[in-house]
């Protein structure tokens, strides 16, 4: 266990006492399992969250996200394992004790309070005095002082969000938990929420974890991101680290698209590694962004990293270039054409181009695709391809 | 044609009448015969109209014993099992425990089995157990709370699977202790079953006469006592009793509803 988790009392320096004091409200999980009988939800998970961030842990259903929230919640307790607020363990503390909150996935507003009353019951419960004026400001800040004598059934899905979230916020907990917030909005609505989310999030300077299977809308608001699956942290990282730069095929593939192509690393070609597809196509991969340590690597890149041409002399020098595809399948929307290209090197092969005007190419079309190869990564060989992209279309994104 | 139409467009409207008019019309006979003056002693026939019986609703104090008896024995039996009723409902939605179905298909019997059944079983079983000087107010407010406490437990238990579980979480993470959230969330959620189930058990109870009349051995409850009067002759305080029931009813739902009623029609 390191020294920060100790809890005796310490003699320390002033310089001590500042360091001391910033880390007080990190939230740490330390080694954390949850069972539950013979399935293990979350297995050995250790994880530091900043205080002050917005953090999202990003998973399809059933990977231990929301295990993982109501750990840190209350609402259930760990197998093993600790979860510190600072340096405060409360591993084994009852939900009502800690100054943790949570927004809820259905909201769970009480149905026989009025908005004002949900609002203040967290502050009742504590018995602080004067809560008028607290309320007040909190009906203001989610814009809903208007209707804080009405019951949580004559709101719309939209304000009863803002409810579960401002019931939540006038506490001001250390850590403010989201579970799914958004999921019961309509797409219009979530945007929205997206933004005003974020907002508050920087007025008001609390650390909020967010639990989602919406990979934009981790992308939209986190700081950092989490993907989990089954009960373990695949990647953790800045949303664009996560994006260009995917530790496994299943980050790579959940997080967006990618083509992933199986080849074996030939050798160095300056900052590069040259690799043979499986095809006997030879691509360049950058060295620093190459995750596999042995000889068998999967090559990826975004599809709208990569141009679609309709013969080899168009192609950039430099790229890449992959041969001997025809368009399966083109569809048009608006701002950009998605190709699915069958070639030698992949069945399907997806393509985005910006519509700038070019050339649509129709299915059938005989076509060469390229990519730049410093946007390309490498991913161990041994892997399961395929991973994380049925959880992808699971989650519906 | 015309007539034919308007039938048409009537007819729901018509059956709804035809229907209430069908459920109601015993409690206006009730009302209104209580203002009669019979010349005999059976109350059955309209002869003329008087107050007679609502100034003398105890009819000289005949009817005092019975009446009280049936009152305090059903706000007993009400109360025993509406306590009794809600807790075994929690007990059943909210924890799984070893015979839980077992428990649950026991708690359907005394609404299932014939009252004819339970009420000579009942009798068999307090003459043994107890013996003849049992039976009387302590074997039929046993009685009572055995039947009552079934409709208790289904009532309780339908509003308390309709409630979300999230809802007390919700509490929980707000900083109200197990007290707090059964008292503030729990209750107040449950609290229209439990009502509806207390008022279950007050009607059930009040005017039971089977289970009642083999368990009560010398005492008389109010309907076992008109049963009796009813090969002597009845007097029209019966239907006072009976109207002032109905009233006091149709008060209780007054007060529940019409502030509910006022305040959408007032949204509106």
């Given at each position: ?397 | ?65 019975p009446l009280?008896l049936s009152?305090?024995i059903a ?65 039929i ?63 059930l109870s009040f005017d039971d006469f089977i289970i009642t009349e083999?368990?009560a051995?010398?005492?008389v409850t109010f309907p076992y006592w008109i049963w009796n009067a009813v ?7 019966v239907?006072?009793i009976g109207?002032?029931m ?23």
């Amino acid at each position: 266990m390191s020294k920060d988790t100790d809890t005796r009392p310490r003699a320390v320096s002033e310089r001590g006492r500042a360091r001391v004091d910033t880390e007080a409200g990190d939230l740490k999980l330390v080694n954390v399992t949850k069972r539950f009988g013979d399935f293990a939800a979350v297995k050995d998970l250790t994880l530091t969250i900043p205080q002050g961030s917005f953090f999202a842990l990003l998973g399809a259903s059933g990977c231990g996200k929301t295990t993982t929230l109501r750990m840190v919640s209350g609402l259930e307790e760990p197998t093993a394992g600790r979860v510190l607020l600072g340096d405060h363990d409360v591993t084994r503390l009852r939900p009502y004790k800690r100054p943790v909150n949570t927004v809820f996935q259905n909201y769970a507003l009480f149905p026989h309070l009025t908005i004002a009353e949900n609002i203040a019951f967290g502050l009742k419960r504590r018995g602080v005095k004067d809560i008028k004026k607290p309320v007040q400001d909190m009906l203001d800040l989610i814009e809903l002082s208007h209707i804080g004598a009405r019951k949580p059934n004559q709101l719309s899905g939209g304000q009863q969000q803002r409810v579960a979230l401002g019931r939540a916020l006038i506490n001001r907990p250390q850590v403010l938990l989201l579970d799914e917030p958004l999921g019961a909005l309509d797409l219009k609505l979530r945007r929205q929420m997206q933004i005003e989310l974020k907002r508050i999030q920087t007025e008001v300077g609390l650390t909020f974890v967010h639990v989602t299977h919406d990979q934009e809308e981790a992308m939209t608001m986190a700081d950092t991101i989490a993907v989990m699956n089954m009960g373990r942290i695949e990647q953790l990282g800045s949303p664009t680290d996560l994006y260009e730069n995917p530790k496994t095929t299943f980050v790579a593939n959940f997080l967006g698209q990618s083509n992933l192509l199986p080849g074996k690393v030939a050798g160095p070609v300056g900052e590069h590694l040259q690799v043979v597809l499986e095809d006997g196509t030879r691509v360049l991969i950058p060295a620093a962004r190459n995750r596999a340590g042995g000889e068998e690597v999967i090559v990826g890149v975004r599809p709208e990293k990569v141009s679609i041409h309709s013969s080899a002399e168009d192609v950039p020098d430099g790229h890449n270039v992959l041969a001997g595809g025809v368009v399966t399948d083109t569809s048009f929307v608006g701002v950009s054409t998605q190709y699915v290209v069958k070639g030698p090197y992949c069945d399907e092969f997806g393509v985005f181009v910006q519509n700038d005007g070019a050339l649509i190419h129709r299915p059938g079309s005989e076509v060469v695709v390229s990519w730049d190869p410093s946007q390309g990564f490498g991913l161990d060989g041994k892997q399961d391809i395929d991973a994380g992209a049925e959880a992808d279309l699971e989650a519906g994104s | 044609m015309a007539v034919v139409n308007w039938f048409r467009k009537h007819v729901i409207a018509i059956v709804a009448f035809l229907i209430f008019f069908f459920l109601l019309v015993p409690n206006f006979v009730v009302v209104w015969m209580s203002f009669n003056k019979p010349s005999g002693k059976y109350n059955v026939k309209w002869e003329k109209f008087s107050f007679d019986a609502w100034k003398n609703p105890l009819d000289d104090g005949i009817l005092h014993d019975p009446l009280m008896l049936s009152l305090e024995i059903a706000l007993l039996a009400t109360l025993v099992a509406t306590v009794l009723g809600t807790m075994i409902a929690f007990a059943i939605v909210r924890h799984s425990f070893k015979g839980r179905g077992f428990v649950n298909s026991v708690l359907f019997l005394p609404m299932a089995a014939p009252e004819i059944v339970m009420g000579t079983t009942l009798l068999a079983l307090f003459l043994n157990t107890f013996g003849v000087s049992f039976l009387g107010f302590k074997s039929i407010l046993i009685a009572h709370i055995m039947f009552c406490v079934s409709y208790v437990v289904i009532t309780v238990k339908s509003r308390l699977n309709g409630m979300d579980p999230m809802l007390e979480k919700a509490a929980q993470d707000l900083y109200a202790t197990p007290w707090q959230t059964f008292w503030r969330v729990t209750f107040p959620l449950v609290a229209p079953g439990i009502g509806a189930a207390a008022l279950l058990s007050f009607a059930l109870s009040f005017d039971d006469f089977i289970i009642t009349e083999m368990t009560a051995g010398n005492s008389v409850t109010f309907p076992y006592w008109i049963w009796n009067a009813v090969q002597k002759g009845i007097p029209p305080q019966v239907n006072v009793i009976g109207s002032l029931m109905l009233i006091i009813t149709l008060a209780g739902i007054a007060v529940a509803e019409v502030p509910k009623w006022l305040k959408t029609s007032k949204a509106h």
